[in-house]
């Protein structure tokens, strides 16, 4: 590989990784209409699998990858046959692609660390021969493998005029002009190139402007998304060609849908640039506020010009704050486009017959967020494969399908996202959980029965709390949903579970759309003041201590027809005892286990904190989860409740 494409390598390895989760999606999706004999229902699966590793294959050639290029060449013509004639459609080949489609993605990753992999010539192969067998099976023709295929229209095919400009500070245009030509293949048919491809690969472009005209079924939102995955572009527009439109084809949209052709411009921007862009809004809230604090000391009568001020300032930030959130969101399916193969492979590796369903993966949130929730939704998934759905012989006696049903659903509610994941297996005893929390001394017998079903399906979330019967090597090895409601707590979501036995299980998730700024409440204890996420307090009141009944010791608190636990905070965060009052402030927050109340001296009210990361050492103390500074400059401690109880 030349050392101008290295500058690329990044973006090669992020755009092959994306085609290869596609292409791991559509292949589930051909298993299973090759097991049930759909194949005619395919063709649209078909089609975009075609189209991944057909991008691949153009990907991994610009980058003079030819060991990659050419197993996805190899590929190709194996789904090639398929795109042919439905009907050929065979498991065992499919079995074959989801394989190569992991030695793919080993050989990309090898090429992120600066190898260029070989083909191995096993794999190249079997995928020759399973080929050659399908088409000798099926009588078809042979493919020419050297010919440029368009995709089949999915939809009505238009043509898109692209013009592209490609930034003054890229050192190689022509190339990040050829990557755009090759990026457009992957949408549809390119008719016309200006330059042309052969110029492109001479290093001409003239003005670095290229012109594309583009045969495609695609939408111009898509040809968008596609074309903002490259970098280096300081100006891209669309428009559809309606005077170009192929006469094969059902007419061009009608006047009411001229809105989507106008012309869009997008750029590329590094992550990098937009994190430190939205600590600058952040910076820029708190210098806000605290201009408000000081404009507070000013007499009254000179104070009115400058608060008019601070407010139009404070709107101009916040509306600044909204618009770098609205770059950073990032589509859930970025996340839910590989559960489906993840569902798979546990299945296959248990036993199991198993279908997931994605709904909503067109949601947005904080790509921080997404990042973070990688790893607690794939353990979630391969727990309702492992434990919650039965094998397919207990499902038939049960009058169930033989194959189990697993979905995830993503859906906005204001200001939060909810993220379900459902089963139809065997659903969860909390029965079970009762006796598995009093075995390991996590409860006592009494506290457990007090508990409702609905808390004691949270037991599930305490370290070594379980009803699985055995452990697997792919999951119950100790790190469980305990694991998951952490790493949901620290992004300022709450974990929910509902369940009956024989009845399946959802797990919902709860989570903000940003982690960047929340809304805190504000309490003081002393002289302290401190912090809690509004995502986890419901409610507060103003009680007498004195007055509370006793449980086991410790005072209670009625609260919406529970009796809650109520806790000092002075105590808990071992602060000295100051002078006895009765008359406290009571929050009611969400804890490890259920609610809890926490006894402060005054509630303070609301407050939109900029949270910033706790550093050594006081990362390691426990119950705090982050730091924010008030308008006066003062640091306040946000708590973190579970955390402090379980201290």
Do not use: W
């Amino acid at each position: 590989m030349s050392l101008d494409l290295k500058k690329y390598l990044s973006l090669y390895v992020a755009e092959a990784g994306e085609h290869l989760a596609g292409f791991a999606r559509d292949l589930v999706l051909l298993e299973k209409a090759a097991r049930e004999g759909g194949g005619a229902d395919a063709s649209e699966a078909i089609a975009s699998c075609f189209r991944h590793a057909h991008s691949v294959k153009g990907m991994s050639a610009s980058m003079q990858l030819d060991g990659i290029a050419a197993v996805a060449h190899r590929a190709e013509d194996l789904v090639d046959v398929f795109r042919k004639d439905a009907s050929r459609l065979d498991a065992r080949a499919v079995d074959l692609l989801l394989a190569v489609g992991d030695v793919l993605q080993d050989m990309v990753s090898q090429a992120a660390a600066g190898a260029s992999p070989p083909a191995d010539p096993g794999t190249m192969e079997r995928l020759a021969e399973a080929a050659r067998q399908l088409r000798e099976g099926g009588g078809a023709e042979e493919p020419d493998p050297g010919a440029v295929r368009a995709e089949p229209p999915r939809g009505p095919s238009r043509v898109v005029r692209v013009e592209v400009e490609v930034a003054g500070g890229c050192p190689v245009p022509a190339v990040r002009g050829f990557l755009v030509v090759k990026k457009l293949g992957g949408v549809g048919a390119v008719t016309k190139a200006k330059p042309s491809v052969d110029e492109l690969r001479a290093g001409r472009i003239p003005g670095r402007k290229l012109e594309v005209q583009l045969e495609t079924a695609e939408t111009l939102q898509a040809i968008e998304r596609a074309l903002a995955q490259i970098s280096d572009l300081s100006a891209v527009s669309l428009a559809e060609d309606r005077s170009a439109a192929p006469p094969e084809h059902p007419p061009a949209p009608k006047e009411a849908d001229r809105g989507a052709a106008e012309p869009s411009r997008t750029v590329r921007v590094r992550t990098e640039l937009l994190d430190g862009f939205l600590d600058a809004v952040g910076e820029l809230i708190l210098a806000t506020a605290r201009i408000r604090e000081i404009g507070k000391a000013l007499p009254a009568g000179s104070r009115a010009a400058l608060d008019e001020g601070v407010d139009r300032l404070h709107a101009i930030v916040k509306d600044l704050h909204d618009k770098v959130m609205t770059v950073r969101m990032t589509p859930i399916a970025l996340l839910t486009d590989r559960l489906p193969r993840v569902a798979r492979d546990v299945a296959r590796k248990v036993g199991k017959q198993v279908e997931l369903a994605v709904q909503g993966a067109e949601i947005e949130i904080d790509r921080a967020i997404l990042e973070e929730l990688s790893d607690p939704l794939l353990h979630v998934i391969r727990n309702a494969v492992d434990h919650g759905v039965e094998p397919s012989h207990l499902r038939l006696l049960a009058g169930k399908p033989a194959a189990g049903r697993i979905s995830v659903t993503a859906r906005r509610e204001r200001d939060r996202v909810i993220l379900e994941v459902s089963d139809d297996g065997k659903g969860m005893d909390p029965a079970k959980l009762r006796e598995s929390a009093v075995a390991r001394g996590t409860l006592s017998a009494e506290d457990a029965a007090a508990l409702s079903d609905r808390e004691a399906l949270l037991l599930a979330c305490l370290p070594g709390v379980s009803t699985a019967e055995t452990v697997t090597d792919v999951s119950g090895r100790g790190v469980g949903l305990d694991a998951v409601k952490r790493a949901v707590e620290a992004l300022g979501g709450t974990l929910e579970i509902e369940s009956a036995p024989g009845a399946g299980s959802l797990v919902t998730f709860r989570l903000p759309l940003t982690v960047a700024v929340q809304p805190v409440l504000l309490v003081r204890i002393g002289d302290e003041v401190l912090g809690l996420p509004i995502a986890k307090v419901h409610g507060a009141a103003q009680v007498a201590m004195s007055r509370l009944d006793h449980s086991r010791g410790a005072p209670v608190l009625p609260y919406q027809g529970d009796l809650v636990p109520v806790h000092d905070l002075t105590e808990l965060l071992g602060f000295p005892s100051a002078r006895a009052v009765d008359e406290r402030s009571v929050v009611v927050a969400e804890g490890g286990e259920g609610r809890v109340g926490l006894a402060v001296d005054a509630l303070l009210g609301q407050h939109e904190a900029v949270l910033k990361p706790l550093g050594a050492p006081l990362d390691a103390v426990p119950g705090l989860s982050a730091v924010t500074v008030l308008g006066n400059g003062r640091p306040v401690f946000i708590l973190d409740v579970q955390r402090l109880l379980a201290a």
